[in-house]
């Protein structure tokens, strides 16, 4: 007998189910005496085909167990065979077969179905299976109205059991939640009407809250949303999943609070904005409030203290931002958490403050956290991380998370502290460099405004000077050190007192500045090998020689914006630009430029502080600042607050300077001319003039000594010199004597030997005089000699 081929005993987990396979029955004999029409379906062959007929027919050839010992079986068998249909295909099947005795006649039920589509039916039970009762992934399946019809295991841990759920509107699952993803609608219930009605899924939105299994605890899910339809295409309903992703979206947080604090901590340079910026980084997401506690040598820019109990005089910030931050005093009792955290250096779980702002709300055992600020083994301070309204404890990737704040905060306080430290000296520095007090001077009435920039900008290098000169004139200087810190405040001091020394050397401003010019540049050049941040990135300079007798202006520029002048009928103007690169640079000879001011005008020197601005530019600054001088018959004071009232709001980017002078001239008869022929009979007529003209001033005590003191002027003159000599009195805080000649030589002190006639003229106007000396004209010299009036 034929034997059936490739035939073996196949572990299935349970028999076929004959709603899903083909089915068809054996007599006792092997034939076939059932054909169903999904067998038909299967093979192909028809009742007609097979019925009577041996089932060895419809298997393909090739070795195999007899049908008798399948069919004979007394319970059910499976095999795999190789079944033959209509069209000549072989099929691979899984067959069972099962005995069936009915009214004493021996039978068998044959079901088999196609191996491959076998393995996918249980392949698919086994997932529906696994999704049911094993997956981490909650399945809840919702009808079309919205409520809840099944859920998987998953979701009903979740739940602490779907079975209460059943029929209820979504929205009762998480009472509390909120989507936190974008681009989508807002709540559950549009995103729930939105797939039902369009069919599009929603993939992977994020929704927050307390899940009823875990209510002290906040999750994170992922949610999906897809329809279910019948076979017509109708909706069913729709099915969710979601899946907790709560640690990895607090790590993806924690990523992105570190990535957003690497940016904004540390970055101003400020103590107390340090101290904000770490507030608003850590607030909302790790903390409700942030409460930063330092000594106030810190915040000062000094040393931290040592040696000193923990907590002892320190000051409390708590805000947003430094303008909202308060400043009050606080320390921790020795036994407190916030004491034994800054002993230990380690962060340090405990509950709310005493007195901590918002103390009214309930604070739970684990509701602070205390992390010292550490760096360079010093502790700067401590950082109270507070929660209010999250009940959660803080969990280790918190307090890690935490302690990495606090170390970026704690450098950046650090730097901060050194910065101020830094700038404070460089401030120091620089004021001292500039004129403490005025000298008192005839030719102007001064005012002055020196504005710092902001301290996170640095201390810059402006500087402005008021010179006596002789013949009662006045040298005005101002001038500007392009960078900032120590090394411009230090160069600015070395300027400004090059400047006052070639100014009593009593050169011209043209001739000042080309000598600055020099000096600069041996300066670069030997410093050339320094590092660059120990020299001055850029030099400008403006000096300006005021007459009050002729009332005459001589002003010179290298590089700096020329003055406002503001006369006494009300005009204002820049005065004529005069081009010259600035100190060091060479090249283009400097130039004077000269002005009549009539008695009562305001200049205005200033450096690009007072009218810069990057919003609008400096033309309008320098209109703003011509607009102020407008009032330029108000005194020099309220002038002064008036031009700086209009420099734009906020933080300084530069240092400003502004120097107001209102001229003054000398009344006639305070001064007195005489030229004299080079004769040496006119000497006695010189000593008489010079009687007569203290007698009316009322300085005859003065007679004897002035008239020796210009005898001798105008005796070294005469002889020296060719052409009339020309004497000139001026009466102001002292008695000026000067004599003019056309010789461009200069007398010489010296002291006469016992054997010599001559050389003592000097020597006796220099024991006299208070002060005497030598300036230069376009004609020749003069030779001056100041006595101290009584």
Known sequence: MDRFPQAADVDFHSPLDLSKAAAAVLDDEGRVSGWGAAAQHLLGHSPDDVLGRPATRLLAAGPGRRPSALCTAHRPRNAVLDLRCRDGRTLRAAVTFSPLAHRGAAATVVVAADLAALRGWETQLALLQGLATESSVGLTVFDTDGRVVWGNVSTDRELAGIAQYIGRPAADLFPEGEFISRHHPPD?????????????????????????????????????????????????????????????????????????????????????????????????????????????????????????????????????????????????????????????????????????????????????????????DAVLGLVTFRRTGNPDPFGSEERTLAVELAERAAVGIDNARRYTSQHAAALVLQRSLLPQHLPEQSAVDVAYRYLPADSRVGVGGDWFDVIPLSGARVGLTVGDVVGHGVHAAATMGRLRATVRTLALLDLDPAELLTRLDDLVTQDSESGADDEPGDRALGVTCLYAIYDPVSGRCVWASA?????????????????????????????????????????????????????????????????????????????????????????????????????????????????????????????????????????????????????????????????????????????????????????????????????????????????MSQRWGTRYTASGKTIWAELPIP
Request: charged letters at 25%.
């Open 188 to 376: 559950e219930d549009q995103v729930m009407e939105h797939v039902l009605k369009t069919g599009e899924p929603v993939i992977g939105m994020h929704y927050r809250g307390r899940a009823p299994a875990d209510p002290v605890r906040e999750h994170v899910w992922s949610c999906s949303y897809h329809r279910l339809v019948d076979a017509r295409g109708e909706p069913l309903g729709l099915f969710e999943e979601s899946l907790d992703i709560t640690d990895r979206y607090r790590a993806q947080e924690r990523l992105s609070l570190l990535v957003r604090a690497g940016k904004r901590i540390g970055a101003s340079l400020d103590v107390r904005r340090t101290a904000a910026e770490l507030a608003d980084v850590a607030v909302p997401q790790l903390a409700d409030e942030v409460l930063v506690d330092l000594p106030p040598a810190v915040i000062e820019g000094r040393q931290p203290p040592t040696g000193s109990a923990p907590g002892h005089s320190l000051l409390r910030m708590h805000g947003r931002t430094p303008e909202e931050f308060r400043t009050s005093p606080v320390s921790y009792p020795p036994s407190s958490p916030q004491a034994l955290s800054l002993a230990t250096g380690r962060p340090v779980i405990g509950a709310a403050p005493p007195g901590a702002p918002g103390g009214a709300v309930p604070a739970g055992p684990h509701s602070c956290l205390f992390v010292p600020l550490l760096t360079r």
């Open 559 to 767: 590089g700096h914006p020329p003055p406002i002048v503001a006369d006494s009928g009300g005009t204002v103007a820049p005065s004529a630009p005069a081009p010259g690169p600035p100190p060091g640079l060479g090249g283009l000879p400097y130039e004077n430029v000269e002005l009549r001011l009539p008695d009562g005008s305001v200049m205005a020197f200033f450096t690009d502080g007072v009218v810069e601005d990057r919003r609008t530019g400096v033309d309008s600054g320098i209109d703003r600042l011509a607009h102020a001088l407008t009032w330029q018959r108000c005194p020099v004071e309220e002038l002064c607050d008036r031009a700086l009232a209009t420099m734009p709001p906020g933080p300084q980017a530069d240092d400003a300077t502004l120097l107001l002078v209102r001229t003054r001239r000398l009344d006639g008869d305070r001064v007195t001319d005489l030229e004299l022929p080079p004769d040496p009979a006119v000497v006695a007529d010189a000593r008489a003039l010079t009687e007569r003209q203290l007698d009316a001033w009322g300085l005859s005590e003065l007679s004897f000594t002035a008239a020796l003191v210009v005898s001798e002027l105008v005796t070294n003159g005469i002889r020296y010199a060719t052409g009339p000599v020309v004497l000139r009195l001026i009466r102001d805080r002292s008695l000026l004597c000067e004599v003019s000649d056309s010789a461009h030589t200069a007398p010489h002190l010296r002291r006469a030997r016992r054997d010599d006639e001559g050389g003592r003229g000097l020597f006796l106007v220099a024991q």
